[in-house]
């Protein structure tokens, strides 16, 4: 194949110049607002608290949502642990699909928001673990540092890396595929909640 | 089939096909209605965005570059999918294609496997290979379900069921979906739910899953999905085999290009700023998705399609579809005329190209199904020049036709008499004789083939004088 | 006022079926200063050609073009398409283009080269405006062609429903794809009549021929009338429709 790639290039167009004038680094008056603002646009609940008020906003959300059983990275954070429910961290991978299946949600960190696309990028890094974890359960609670966000798509990318398995999720499972019409809800988590840390 | 796929075979040429279409009115209701509403959010999600054109520069760009020294970039990107623990093949044609799949899924001990949307697939006939083979394909898009479920053809690359609405989608799932509640409405997220349950169990079990690629980065052998419903990140999470086949026109060079591409192609195609989903994987990650990854690098016609200098700029294509929600000829005539796998615009010059040598009948009228109005070169975002690349392949198939057709000789009649003005007049004083055919300053009725012109509209009668007359006898 | 020599690119279909639109550019770029000249040896860009797939007959008729056209400062052409054709693809045709990087479709004449949006016209007509797809998305005319009418005393301009919207024409399309034409003709149409105007105007006469032929079929009470008649049109000689 490679000779015939060779032969149909024995004009030897090229080489390009790729232009670069598109903006790498664009800025935002208030990037935590505009993430809110563009999650929200999928329909999924957005929070803002400081760090203080973190614990107390997961519990609350997981009361609202009646959720018991939960799914966690081994590596969450002790304090986002809401006392009043059942967590199942996914100790060396122990956790089954069907017990995944079953659960009434996972909480996750993440490594990278995009606020003008309203993106949340997990890269199984830190308080976030393997990729079924946030895909089989039907809530994702997902929490964001201020750190963490990036306003436009080339500012996050150039944070990632591309060899580690990445997910980016914008709102939650959705479909286009009647009447090219967007709607939430196929096979991925059908709700999606984000709590956005402000502060340090 | 042919040895190459892409068309269906048997399928008419595309004006009688858009003859029948036309004549459907659903048909056409929905699609002026699904086009309609896509349109106009494109347009908006575009302008958000202050860097669109140079953006599209860009796009325009890389691809040119990948495609300048193609062979590089995929020994690279062989190099770094083998280093990460994956396994790249090389197939020449659709049936290489599909015997290295079918081989891989037996080895797997699977007999069914799980698939996301994929072009590629479709365009080598995949899911038909496989069940000759005796393994069952099962499609978990949910317009591929729609259609698979209707026994239909994909009319559309990004929404295949995009000809139907939603009660016709709830009367396709009461009547084939055995798992159905009765009282499901045409509500889309009841619809959407329908779906869901019906392949839950699929998912839970497969071992083998067979995907697409959007991207795949030759630096790092970065492989790239984009999607919307999470049926593709349960395929390429959750078997123990994924088996991905892309068309060697998808690597890119670097990681970083992904930021040019992943603003282009979710704002082009279903006018979001970003789509639901977008997975990324690199080989194998242990304890993390499947054991084993395969990628399958396809040329089924691309490298013909390179060779040709004008044409080539098709392979530049990311399989957007924003050309087939602005064509004036693809709102009318809906994806089933084009009788491809990639019907609209795009599919009209990729279509031909890919077959090369195989192209028939059906295939050589696609490069005439438009009128050159050019919404599709506008709308694309790696500006592929289409109507460019129509004309130019109108010029072959008229190479490869006989001179003595009645339209190369008639086009050659008109260049000779055009060719010298006093010809020229002559010729003008000639067709003026049309004033006998005319009432009341209309010619109503011609024949053949000016008949297929007045058949819906008049024709002025010539003037007394050209214009031409006019000057010399009024300045000259 | 400074007096400009232009070339006048009447193109076939004008010269042949729609002399008065010639006429009306000759009396327009005269009115505004313009020493127009017609040279005789002209005939058709070739466009038919190229878009059919005859693309040597095109070059042909293109190298005549070049050698006709090339004395003079500027060309004009009433048609969006045929300049398009000829700055767009001639250079792909030909090695010198000299002449057809100096053509202009009428209204980027009106506006760019001559600077004038009100050209001094009267028009008392109820008016749809159809932006052609050629002058629309080769040339990128944008709103020239609207700011000259909109300029025209007496003129109503009004709105066409999904203005940018191909007719369906396209050359041999319309022959080749007859029922996909003309259902985007009937639609095109349906515009136009929702609009109640009296008259729809272009910049392009193959366009005209093409929606007019619909509207005389349905006998709809629109007129055609191309931009040059309407801008030429004035109260001491007002455009008068064919008896």
């Known amino acids: 194949m490679l000779g015939r790639i060779r032969a149909a290039l024995a004009d030897r167009p090229g080489p390009v110049t790729v232009p670069r004038d598109y903006d790498r680094t664009r800025e935002a008056a208030d990037p935590l607002a505009l993430l809110a603002e563009r999650i929200e646009d999928y329909r999924a609940v957005v929070h803002r608290v400081d760090a203080a008020g973190l614990p107390g906003r997961i519990a609350t959300s997981l009361a609202a949502r009646g959720a018991r059983r939960m799914a966690a990275p081994v590596d969450l954070p002790t304090s986002w642990l809401a006392p009043e429910v059942t967590w199942r961290p996914d100790t060396d991978q122990s956790l089954t699909i069907d017990e995944l299946d079953g659960i009434d949600g996972v909480l996750t960190g993440c490594a990278v928001a995009v606020a003008e696309t309203g993106t949340l990028v997990l890269d199984a890094g830190e308080a976030q673990g393997r990729r079924v974890l946030t895909l089989l359960p039907d809530y994702h609670l997902c929490v964001v540092r201020a750190d963490q966000v990036a306003v436009s798509l080339p500012e996050a990318l150039a944070r990632l890396d591309g060899t580690r398995p990445l997910t980016f999720v914008s709102g939650p499972s959705a479909t286009s595929d009647i009447e090219l019409n967007r709607v939430e809800g196929v096979h991925g988590p059908r709700t999606l909640e984000v709590v956005i840390v402000t502060g340090g | 089939m042919a040895g190459r796929g892409v068309t269906w075979l048997g399928t008419p040429t595309f004006p009688k096909a858009a003859r029948t279409a036309l004549a459907d009115t659903q048909l056409r209701t929905n699609l002026r209605n699904a086009t309609t509403t896509i349109r106009g959010k494109r347009a908006g999600a575009v302008a958000e965005l202050p860097d669109w054109e140079p953006l599209r520069l860009a796009g325009e760009a890389i691809k040119d570059e990948v495609l300048a020294d193609l062979g590089t970039y995929l020994e690279r990107l062989e190099a770094a999918v083998t280093a990460r623990g994956g396994v790249v093949h090389w197939a020449r044609d659709a049936v290489e294609a599909n015997e290295i799949v079918l081989r891989l899924t037996r080895e797997a001990g699977a007999d069914e496997v799980v698939k996301i949307k994929s072009m590629a697939t479709a365009e080598i006939g995949l899911n038909e290979a496989l069940a000759e083979g005796g393994v069952q394909a099962v499609e978990t898009d949910l317009a591929e379900l729609i259609v698979q479920l209707g026994e239909d053809r994909p009319s559309h690359i990004l929404v295949p069921a995009i000809h139907r609405n939603r009660s016709e989608i709830r009367e396709i799932f009461r009547r084939e979906m055995p798992d159905v509640p009765e009282d499901i409405t045409d509500e889309p997220r009841e619809l959407a739910e329908a779906a869901r349950r019906h392949l839950r169990q699929k998912f839970l079990t497969a071992k083998v899953a067979v995907s697409g690629a959007n991207f795949a980065v030759a630096d790092s052998g970065s492989v790239v999905v984009v999607e919307s419903e999470g049926n593709g990140r349960m395929c390429l999470t959750l078997p123990e085999t994924l088996i991905t086949v892309m068309g060697i026109e998808k690597v890119v060079p670097t990681w970083s290009d992904l930021e040019v591409f992943l603003q282009l192609l979710p704002r082009s195609s279903t006018a979001e700023r970003m789509n639901p989903y977008t997975s990324v994987w690199t080989g194998v990650t242990p304890g993390d998705g499947p054991k084993n990854f395969h990628l399958i690098l396809l040329d089924n016609g691309r490298t013909d399609t390179l060779a040709d200098t004008v044409g080539r700029q098709a392979l530049r294509c990311i399989r957007c579809s924003a050309c087939l929600n602005v064509c004036p000829v693809y709102e009318r005539t809906g994806g089933a005329a084009y009788g491809s796998v990639y019907p609209g615009p795009i599919g009209a010059i990729l279509t031909p190209q890919l077959l090369g040598e195989d192209v028939d009948k059906q295939a050589r009228s696609l490069p005439y199904a438009s009128s050159l109005c050019g919404a599709c070169f506008e709308v694309c975002p790696v500006r592929i020049d289409i109507p460019e690349v129509l004309v130019h392949l109108r010029a072959e198939a008229v190479q490869a036709k006989n001179k003595t057709s009645p339209e190369a000789v008639a086009m050659a009649a008109l260049a000779w008499a055009m060719g010298d003005a006093r010809r020229w007049a002559a010729a003008q004083k000639a067709a003026g004789i049309g004033r006998l055919l005319s009432r009341g300053g209309r010619i109503t009725s011609l024949p053949w083939p000016g008949s297929k012109w007045t058949s819906s509209r008049d024709l002025p009668a010539p003037p007394k004088e050209t214009f031409r007359a006019w000057w010399r006898r009024t300045r000259g | ?243």
């Open chain 3, 1 to 243: 006022m400074v007096v400009v020599r232009v070339a006048l690119f009447a193109t076939c279909v004008t010269d042949t079926l729609y002399p008065r639109t010639g006429q009306a550019v000759v009396r327009l770029l005269e009115r505004l200063g313009c020493e127009v000249d017609f040279p005789a040896a002209q005939t058709c860009c070739g466009q038919m050609h190229y878009n059919t797939g005859y693309p040597k007959h095109a070059a042909a008729l293109a190298a005549d073009y070049e050698r006709i056209f090339t004395e003079y400062d500027a060309v004009v052409a009433p048609s969006g398409s045929c300049v398009g054709m000829v700055r767009e693809i001639y250079p792909k045709l030909l090695d010198s283009t000299q002449a057809a990087i100096r053509s202009h479709e009428l209204s980027e004449f009106l506006v760019d080269v001559l600077g004038v949006t009100d050209v001094g016209a009267y028009f008392p007509h109820r008016v749809t405006y159809h932006p052609t797809c050629h002058s629309l998305r080769m040339l990128k005319v944008g709103d020239r062609p609207m700011r000259l009418l909109r300029a025209v005393r007496g003129l109503e301009l009004v709105e066409l429903p999904e203005a940018e919207s191909c007719c369906g024409f396209g050359g041999t399309f319309a022959i080749k794809n007859a029922d996909t034409s003309s259902a985007m003709l009937t639609d095109k149409i349906k515009g136009i009549t929702e609009t109640r105007a009296e008259v729809l105007t272009a910049g392009d006469n193959s366009c005209l021929m093409h929606i007019g032929g619909g509207l005389s079929r349905l006998r709809a009470g629109v007129s055609p009338v191309h931009l040059a008649e309407i801008l030429s049109s004035t109260e001491e000689e007002p455009w008068q429709a064919v008896a």
